[in-house]
């Protein structure tokens, strides 16, 4: 509470705060002044609430100067000030006497702070004399102003807490700041602890390893330190020299830290990846085109183009061997900045084996490795979307590892293996980075002979492995990275070719996993064919060894339940039993026995297909109405049919009056199927034109081509692929692009003596080709 003002002599206190209680001693003369308000100041400015104190004592100090002790009374607040006839300073005080306030809420805030104070006391090793003085004191305002001898606050801090007149919420203040004193003491407490605990824990392993050495020497079963371990190893690695100085570097730092280091385990991890590389091995390699041409034929049926370039890739090799060429074409004795030049220009092939599945692409890759006598490691890329899979963590990151070439050598155990990037165009990107990219460096023989990886941070030479990709479709590899390729086509397999691969591989191979023997359980080619006919429809036979392993695990029921005796033959019968009704038919006959209906053929990412463009009309406003989830090229495909035929339209025997009120309707089956591309460009215009004239489309004629307004026909892709569809489909002409006409050297000549092939230049031709006959000639366009 406040009483009476009076004028009192006004001394400055810069550097601490004297608190109601606190007994000070100050170098002033206060000349014969009893009482004097003491005022914190800072840089010049003074505080709006000081402290009362009283002269107990004057000190007359050594060479004339003058102190005095003061001891605080209560607060003052400071008013009107002056200056005496002396030059003093003066200043008119409202004195401020602190209330005991009775309510609950301060004795709460009482009982707590004391219980802070006391805790923080404790953290400070106070011996009791404080805590006792503490809990002494019963008023509620002196108790918060105990605060002020705290050395932890800050000036400002106990400025704040002088100028504080309510007593609760001076209180409060002072507990919020005790509060934060605790906090921090106990941080540091915890901190001290740690590091105490984990330095006795270090001293204690340290004390306990050297005298487990003690022991072993004692015993006999010194083997030498780790570091002298590393070392042994690295000189029998092979390294080059510049790996050779980083891992003795490493290995130094070991040494220098000691086993109980946390650094250390991820060290020696380090060590161990350089050490398990094989530096210094290689296969050796038997570079025979005649012998790697008999292994591809006793590991594969069919293929005899890829087997054809194989047999090339191994014969250069060979010859460069043998003529002491490096990988680019000139001497190994060359100057360095001539290799360099003809690497850029460099041919170094990359075979890439891209066909739909189950063609044989991964086990050709095997087979290769067999051939040349070298180590095949497979590296599945599929749905791979972080650079760190090829390139590796960098060591920074907690469990880091090398990228996946570094280990695919370390399980090979030498420096030249096959290396096959399987499902190289399934890679995919995200914001870890682009894998794609990181190949670009592998697979370029310009680049891949000083390769880094991230966590080995060394120079690795990639150019003797000898790489091969596969993929199923090309449209989905990045253009740079395929141009590094050199493209070989798995088109798929003929009838003939799958029932050979099903005799000689697949057969045998499912009977010796199913448990049978070779006289328990016999198949005619015959019935091959029609399992492959009726129940498979594949560019690959990898369905088809699917179902034979069906077949052969209900005949093995059969024979080990008794049922049946061996040897059993695979009858019809049997089959239907074990893979139920027939799944593909010869349809083309039925869906083509109305106008409107064209066989087209197409390629997917299984290889090639048959696939019907059905059109019908209707009254409506001349709308062209699509479905079977057709892409834009498919769509625009369709739209420019429909212009042609109705541009033609007299030409194509149609009359006008029959586009008028109408609206057509052209739907591609299967509808769950997405479909895209230009190619069904002439199916589309032959399905409408068999609509509007009312001749059927030929059952046995498939066609593929492009169409423009004009009429013209344009190359299509993938012709192989699609004849093989055709041919399975039991279609016996195949309409194509003039200008496609080489690509039929590509077909099996068994598939071409039973196929007739129509290369055509117009969509004349094609209708000329493709209709049944009319009653009257009809004049197509030219």
Do not use: C
């Amino acid at each position: 509470m406040e009483t009476e003002k009076q004028t009192l002599l006004l001394v400055p206190v810069d550097d601490s705060v004297v608190f109601p209680n606190m007994t000070v001693t100050l170098v002033v003369d206060v000349g014969d002044a009893e009482r004097v308000l003491l005022v914190p100041r800072e840089e010049g400015e003074f505080a709006s609430v000081g402290t009362v104190a009283k002269v107990s004592e004057h000190v007359r100090l050594p060479g004339g100067g003058h102190a005095v002790a003061l001891e605080g009374l209560h607060r003052g607040v400071a008013g009107a000030a002056h200056t005496d006839p002396a030059g003093n300073l003066r200043v008119e005080v409202a004195s401020h006497v602190d209330d005991v306030p009775v309510d609950g809420r301060t004795r709460d805030l009482e009982r707590e702070y004391r219980a802070v104070v006391e805790e923080l006391l404790e953290l400070r090793g106070d011996d009791g004399r404080i805590a006792a003085f503490v809990r002494s004191i019963s008023e509620p305002g002196a108790l918060a102003d105990t605060s002020g001898y705290a050395p932890d606050l800050s000036y400002e801090q106990k400025v704040e807490l002088l100028a504080t007149l309510d007593v609760t919420e001076r209180l409060e203040l002072a507990l919020r700041l005790q509060r934060e004193r605790l906090t921090e003491l106990q941080v540091r407490k915890r901190i001290r602890d740690d590091v105490q605990s984990g330095a006795d824990k270090q001293q204690r392993e340290y004390f306990l390893r050297k005298q487990m050495d003690s022991i072993r020497k004692e015993l006999g079963e010194d083997d030498g330190s780790v570091a002298d371990d590393y070392r042994a190893k690295i000189e029998d690695s092979g390294m080059p020299e510049a790996v050779r100085e980083q891992a003795l570097k490493e290995v130094g730092r070991l040494e220098r830290m000691g086993e109980q280091s946390g650094e250390s385990s991820m060290i020696r991890t380090y060590l161990d990846w350089l050490v398990a590389v094989p530096w210094g091995e290689r296969s050796e390699e038997r570079l025979d085109p005649a012998h790697a041409r008999e292994v591809l034929d006793a590991d594969h049926a069919g293929l005899e183009d890829v087997k054809d370039r194989i047999e090339e890739h191994i014969a250069v090799m060979k010859l460069r061997r043998d003529r002491g060429l490096d990988a680019f074409g000139g001497d190994d004795g060359d100057e360095a900045g001539e290799r360099a030049e003809r690497s850029r220009r460099g041919d170094g092939a990359i075979l890439t084996l891209i066909g739909p599945p189950g063609t044989g692409k991964t086990s050709i890759g095997e087979s290769i490795a067999r051939a040349t006598g070298r180590e095949f490691v497979r590296i599945a890329l599929g749905g791979v979307r972080d650079e760190a899979e090829i390139r590796g963590h960098r060591r920074t990151y907690i469990g880091a590892l090398p990228g996946r070439l570094v280990r695919a050598l370390r399980d090979a155990k030498t420096m030249n293996p096959v290396i096959l990037l399987d499902e190289v165009d399934k890679v995919g990107a995200d914001w870890r980075g682009d894998p794609s990219a990181a190949l670009l460096e592998v697979l370029d023989p310009a680049q891949n002979h000083n390769f880094r990886d991230h966590y080995l941070d060394v120079e690795l030479d990639l150019s003797q492995v000898l790489f091969i990709a596969t993929a199923n479709v090309a449209d989905t590899i990045p253009a740079p990275l395929l141009d590094r390729m050199e493209v070989v086509r798995f088109d798929g397999y003929t009838v003939d070719e799958k029932v050979a691969i099903a005799r000689d591989y697949l057969w045998p191979r499912q009977r010796e996993r199913n448990g049978l023997r070779a006289e328990e359980v016999t198949v005619d080619d015959g019935l091959l064919r029609t399992i492959i006919a009726e129940y498979t429809r594949e560019a690959g036979v990898r369905g088809l060894e699917r179902d034979l392993g069906t077949v052969l695990r209900k005949t093995a029921t059969r024979i080990a339940s008794g049922r049946v005796k061996p040897p059993v033959a695979i009858d019809l019968d049997a089959v239907r039993d074990a893979l139920g009704r027939q799944r593909h038919f010869q349809e083309a006959a039925e869906r083509t026995a109305v106008p409107g209906v064209a066989t087209g053929l197409a390629v997917t990412g299984a290889g090639g297909d048959v696939l019907f463009v059905e059109a019908t009309g209707m009254r409506g406003k001349g709308d062209l109405v699509l479905t079977g989830q057709l892409g834009d090229v498919m769509k625009e495909s369709a739209r420019i049919a429909l212009s042609y035929v109705r541009g033609n339209a007299g030409r194509l025997g149609i009359e006008e009056d029959d586009f008028d009120g109408r609206e057509f309707h052209l739907h591609v089956p299967a509808g769950a199927i997405p479909k895209d591309g230009p190619s069904a460009g002439i199916t589309m215009t032959t399905a409408l034109a068999s609509l509007l004239s009312g001749r059927p489309v030929r059952h046995d004629v498939g066609m593929t081509g492009e169409v423009t307004l004009q009429g013209r026909v344009l190359p299509i892709g993938g012709l192989k692929q699609k004849v093989l569809a055709a041919h399975a489909a039991g279609l016996t002409d195949v309409i194509l692009p003039e200008r496609n006409r080489g690509d039929l050297d590509d077909v099996p000549a068994d598939v071409r003596e039973q196929m007739t092939f129509h290369p055509v230049m117009t969509i004349g031709e094609v209708l000329d080709v493709a209709l049944e006959p009319a009653a009257a000639p009809v004049h197509a366009a030219p």
